[in-house]
């Protein structure tokens, strides 16, 4: 979602005065004195968002029947976030723990204008168009500017392959109708899950247990959907929450952890959950979250889990947990077990933790999946552990290349730093072909300036993985004989227990004497020759709605996406820290989506560099011949 | 421009008076309704993207710079 300016916040459109909300005198909305033309006057007493203080007032008169249920709806009231709070809480701290809570859960709240007419303040406000007002709400700017981590992220594929109902074009409200977001939530609701009118996936995908899907007759009643149809998900982890020193409110969510893991329905008698099984998220609740109010407010911190019900927004039809049956059947990993909690939780977990006598046994006869690994160039990734035994070898050369401000912070002992973004290897935005290679000599002399030879053998690290990948795809192109991607990044480094140094480091400068290698980058007009060409598949490694063309990159100069094209979006080929997926679950996933090694691959995205992380990642996994459109859309919209 | 504004505030004063008064003679609620948000200072301003970004230069948003991760 592109930040708005202060004035386009607040901007009318003229075809608002044409609306039926148009005809409405502003101040009988948002108060003020529409006489006055000094703003400090015509503001006095001014609402801004007058459906979130007084939504009956605000839309009643016209909405009557719809306000009396939606004002006390759980988008409205977040009740369920006081009933597990208090659940948890001592009875003498609760006004410490309720003061919390209205600084910082409460903040998410929101009421009609916030779903049909701007966006919702926890998401700074703002008109979404000229205050026109929409029946629909609007999923980027409206749905996911608030449900934008978990929920977003996972839909549009900016973690993970995105959401099949993302990619049909569904919008929230498809699954979410008014039924359910105007529902008043009962005021003992326990849980949002345990609201009646919330959305299930049988609404639509009715009486599965009769259809002539196997897996469905098996599984159904026994498993959640999503535990068969989610991918990884986001787990949080340590949310601190306090006041800076200018009094303003702020959360630090300390971790964050891409997984997916599978619990024991505790809550069986909740309306449609008798599932045994379901997929269970980590949520940042633990007991010293709001010590900034008061200590030990959580005294029956034990009374809720931390493993929570998931939902995730991420659904696929072909998972790598449900491609063959012991890929889960046996997979203890998969099941959330004793070891996966922290000490302070073990208590609210009891009844979630799956023990292994409860983990499905391992099924006979299943199919084979016939994955080929035997192509994977298993030497273009290294991990933490042959990282820290071979430090100091030599040859062996260490990049950063996330930015300096990071580097700076603590980076791999010996590491050099070397931003891709900001070398000079790429031309900028504002050029007349904005984010492109530089050429080749230019390139040579920033890797050689940077101590880097040809014949080195050079790791790649950072916090993602975007930086570092495309950085390794410059590095090949260039010529480099010997490249490796550091699984998992900086994070993984840490999780291995190993420190970081915050003493720099640099190389006397070399020649750079690589030869380059063409064949790896396709310009616009050479692509376009190749389209339609069975042996060839363009992998466009942009988020759904890119391609959907709900947003574009604000320096291409229209949405869309190159005809024939295949999505499948860059957070579905590595996790959110830059840990790699397995070579064969890889390998799966692109065959699903018709992209194998025998065809020749090209990868683009809006700029070039989610398509260069795609090119190492597939040139990793064997894939002979690979192509980066490094001109990408932006270019590409410019010109065709 | 503060004088500009006053003049202004005074003229547009005096057309929603009028419009006032003559939705009254004319009896149409929805009529007057429309006149009245057309001829507000509120939409005078907030049309005027050049008058919103002189005003509003500078304004940021409240969010804590010790703010971080997934919310």
Same mark, same amino acid.
């Given at each position: 979602m592109a930040p708005l300016e202060?004035?386009?916040? *607040?901007?009318?459109?003229?075809?608002? %005065?044409?609306?039926?909300?148009?005809?409405?005198?502003?101040?009988?909305?948002?108060?003020?004195?529409?006489?006055?033309?000094?703003?400090? =006057?015509?503001?006095? #007493? /001014?609402?801004?968002?007058?459906?979130?203080?007084?939504?009956?007032k605000a839309c009643g008169d016209c909405h009557g029947e719809i306000v009396a249920t939606a004002k006390d709806s759980v988008h409205a009231t977040?009740?369920?976030?006081?009933?597990?709070?208090?659940?948890?809480?001592?009875?003498?701290?609760w006004g410490h723990v309720d003061e919390a809570r209205k600084n910082h859960c409460a903040a998410c709240h929101t009421s009609c204008g916030g779903c049909h007419v701007s966006r919702p303040q926890f998401a700074q406000k703002g008109f979404i168009q000229g205050h026109v007002f929409q029946k629909r709400s609007d999923p980027i700017n409206q749905c996911t500017a608030c449900h934008g981590s978990r929920v977003g992220?996972?839909?549009? #594929?900016? !973690?993970?392959? #995105?959401?099949?109902?993302?990619?049909?074009?569904?919008?929230?409200?498809?699954?979410?109708?008014?039924?359910?977001m105007h529902a008043a939530a009962p005021r003992d609701l326990p849980g949002r899950y345990q609201l009646g009118e919330l959305a299930r996936c049988t609404d639509c995908h009715k009486d599965l247990q009769h259809g002539s899907v196997r897996d469905h007759v098996i599984h159904i009643g026994k498993v959640q959907c999503q535990?068969?149809?989610?991918?990884?998900y986001v787990n949080c982890y340590g949310c601190h929450v306090g006041k800076d020193a200018e009094g303003t409110a702020f959360f630090q969510n300390r971790r964050e952890v891409e997984a997916l893991k599978i619990g024991l329905n505790h809550e069986a008698r909740a309306p449609g959950s008798g599932d045994r099984y379901r997929l269970v998220r980590h949520v940042p609740s633990f007991p010293e979250m709001f010590d900034f109010y008061g200590k030990d407010l959580f005294t029956s911190f034990g009374a809720v889990p931390?493993?929570?019900?998931?939902?995730?927004?991420?659904?696929?039809?072909?998972? @790598?947990?449900?491609?063959?049956?012991?890929?889960?059947?046996?997979?203890?990993?998969?099941? %959330?077990?004793?070891? &996966?909690?922290?000490?302070?939780? +073990?208590?609210?977990?009891?009844?979630?933790?799956?023990?292994?006598?409860?983990?499905?046994?391992?099924?006979?006869?299943?199919?084979?999946?016939?994955?080929?690994?035997?192509? $994977? !160039?298993?030497?273009?990734?290294?991990?933490?552990? @042959?990282?820290?035994?071979?430090?100091?070898?030599?040859? $062996? *050369?260490?990049?950063?290349?996330?930015?300096?401000?990071?580097?700076?912070?603590?980076?791999?002992? #010996?590491?050099?730093?070397?931003?891709?973004?900001?070398?000079?290897?790429?031309?900028?935005?504002?050029t007349e072909k904005p984010f492109v290679l530089v050429g080749h000599t230019e390139v040579a002399g920033i890797l050689g300036r940077?101590?880097?030879?040809?014949?080195?053998?050079?790791?790649?690290?950072?916090?993602?993985g975007l930086t570092a990948l495309a950085l390794l795809a410059v590095l090949e192109w260039a010529g480099a004989t010997h490249v490796s991607y550091l699984d998992g990044g900086i994070e993984g480094w840490h999780a291995a227990g190993f420190h970081a140094s915050d003493v720099p480091s640099s190389r006397e400068a070399?020649?750079? =004497?690589? =030869?380059?290698?063409?064949? /790896?980058?396709?310009?616009?007009?050479?692509?376009?020759k190749l389209l339609g060409k069975p042996n060839v598949v363009v992998l466009d490694a942009r988020a759904i709605h890119r391609i959907l063309g709900e947003t574009r990159?604000?320096?291409?100069?229209?949405?869309?996406?190159?005809?024939?094209?295949?999505?499948?979006?860059?957070?579905?080929?590595?996790?959110?820290?830059?840990?790699? +997926?397995?070579?064969?679950?890889?390998? @799966?996933?692109?065959?699903? !989506?018709?992209?194998?090694? &025998?065809r020749t691959v090209v990868t683009t995205c809006d700029t070039g560099l989610a398509a260069a992380d795609a090119f190492f990642l597939l040139r990793y996994l064997g894939f002979p011949d690979v192509r980066v459109h490094d001109e990408a859309w932006v270019n590409w919209s410019r010109t065709r | 421009m503060a004088i500009v504004c006053i003049a202004m505030s005074r003229a547009l004063w005096t057309i929603a008076t009028m419009g006032a008064a003559l939705s009254g003679i004319l009896g149409v609620g929805a009529a007057s309704a429309a006149m009245a948000a057309e001829t507000s200072g509120c939409v005078t301003c907030h049309l005027d993207e050049a008058m919103l970004v002189k005003n509003l230069g500078g304004a940021t948003a409240k969010k804590s710079a010790m703010q971080s991760g997934a919310g």
């Open positions: 202060p004035q386009e916040k *607040v901007l009318l459109s003229k075809g608002f %005065l044409a609306t039926t909300h148009g005809a409405l005198a502003c101040e009988s909305c948002h108060g003020g004195d529409p006489a006055s033309m000094l703003k400090a =006057t015509a503001h006095a #007493g /001014f609402d801004p968002v007058p459906s979130v203080k007084n939504p009956q977040l009740s369920t976030f006081s009933r597990v709070l208090a659940s948890r809480a001592s009875k003498d701290g992220s996972e839909f549009f #594929g900016e !973690r993970g392959q #995105g959401d099949v109902h993302a990619a049909r074009a569904m919008d929230c409200v498809a699954c979410h109708p008014a039924r359910e535990v068969c149809h989610s991918q990884t931390t493993w929570k019900r998931a939902s995730p927004h991420n659904i696929q039809r072909r998972t @790598w947990q449900a491609a063959t049956c012991n890929n889960c059947h046996g997979n203890r990993s998969l099941f %959330l077990a004793s070891a &996966d909690l922290l000490d302070f939780e +073990k208590q609210a977990n009891r009844n979630v933790v799956v023990p292994d006598g409860k983990v499905p046994r391992p099924v006979k006869k299943t199919r084979t999946l016939a994955i080929d690994t035997s192509r $994977v !160039r298993t030497s273009m990734v290294v991990d933490a552990r @042959w990282l820290h035994e071979n430090l100091g070898r030599k040859n $062996v *050369v260490v990049v950063d290349a996330r930015d300096r401000a990071a580097y700076d912070k603590g980076h791999i002992d #010996g590491a050099i730093s070397l931003d891709p973004l900001t070398s000079g290897l790429r031309t900028g935005g504002d940077a101590g880097l030879a040809a014949d080195d053998h050079i790791v790649v690290y950072d916090q993602s070399r020649a750079f =004497t690589g =030869t380059i290698q063409p064949r /790896f980058v396709v310009s616009s007009e050479a692509l376009a990159h604000e320096k291409a100069s229209r949405a869309g996406a190159i005809p024939g094209s295949i999505n499948l979006p860059l957070g579905a080929l590595l996790m959110d820290n830059g840990a790699l +997926k397995s070579p064969a679950e890889l390998l @799966w996933m692109l065959r699903t !989506r018709g992209i194998t090694p &025998d | -």
